[in-house]
């Protein structure tokens, strides 16, 4: 079981946005600004796509957004392409002992 | 640009150690960390650790002192040695850099390619 809540599945439509939440506890996600966010297509390493819950990478488009309220982390895709059919995961800083989670991830189909 | 490779033996026996290397090139492993990632097949993302080119180390607590991470930076990589293993080790290793010098964000940018590493007698 994974320390961060996700939801196994999303999907959507070409143009429409969707939103992934990741939900963790006041020991991760809640006390702390460090929420990352990855996409990994099928067979390759994942790729990071926001990181301190709000920035991108140079080179992400900006349809990606991420966002926190409480305890719940979410990643915004808006403008849905097809290539963005992938697993996303969310990860967060969760103190000075257990360091770093994961959320379960979350697969994204574009209908 | 920067690249990662992982290297290592693909097979390992249950009760030995999994050892493997991350080669750096195309920057200096100097003032950023790295870590480890690994994903059993079919499931999601797991941190081991993570190690500071000065060699201070993290790990997660789940895997309870087996893991043991080391950096050589004259040669400019850093290596793994999960100690113990068993069928639940078995999984594709990544290493992976923080995005941003002297800050641990848990933004790892540059990835390996990763490599299947099965525990199997």
């Known amino acids: 079981q994974s320390a961060l809540t996700q939801p196994a599945s999303v999907s959507g439509s070409p143009g429409q946005s969707i939103t992934i939440s990741c939900t963790g506890t006041s020991s991760d996600v809640g006390s702390y600004n460090l929420v990352s966010w990855f996409r990994q297509r099928p067979g390759k390493a994942p790729k990071l796509m926001i990181y301190e819950v709000t920035k991108r990478p140079s080179g992400v488009s900006n349809r990606f957004s991420g966002s926190k309220s409480g305890n719940t982390a979410s990643l915004t895709i808006s403008g849905l392409q097809a290539e963005d059919e992938a697993d996303y995961y969310c990860?967060?800083?969760?103190?000075?002992?257990?360091?770093?989670?994961f959320g379960g991830g979350t697969q994204l189909t574009v209908l | 640009q920067v690249q990662l490779q992982e290297s290592g033996p693909g097979l390992v026996k249950p009760s030995e150690t999994l050892s493997l290397t991350c080669a750096v090139s195309?920057?200096?492993?100097?003032?950023?960390?790295w870590s480890w990632i690994r994903q059993p097949p079919g499931k999601g993302l797991e941190w081991i650790g993570r190690i500071y080119y000065t060699g201070s180390t993290n790990y997660n607590p789940s895997l309870k002192s087996r893991a043991t991470m080391s950096v050589d930076t004259s040669k400019n990589h850093f290596s793994l040695k999960l100690s113990s293993v068993t069928a639940a080790d078995t999984a594709v290793y990544y290493c992976?850099?923080?995005?941003?010098?002297?800050?641990?964000?848990?933004?790892?940018?540059?990835w390996g390619q990763g490599t299947l590493v099965t525990v199997s007698s």
């Open positions: 990860c967060s800083y969760a103190g000075s002992s257990t360091y770093v989670v």
């Open positions: 195309g920057d200096s492993i100097d003032y950023y960390y």
């Open positions: 992976a850099r923080d995005l941003i010098k002297y800050q641990m964000l848990n933004a790892f940018d540059i």
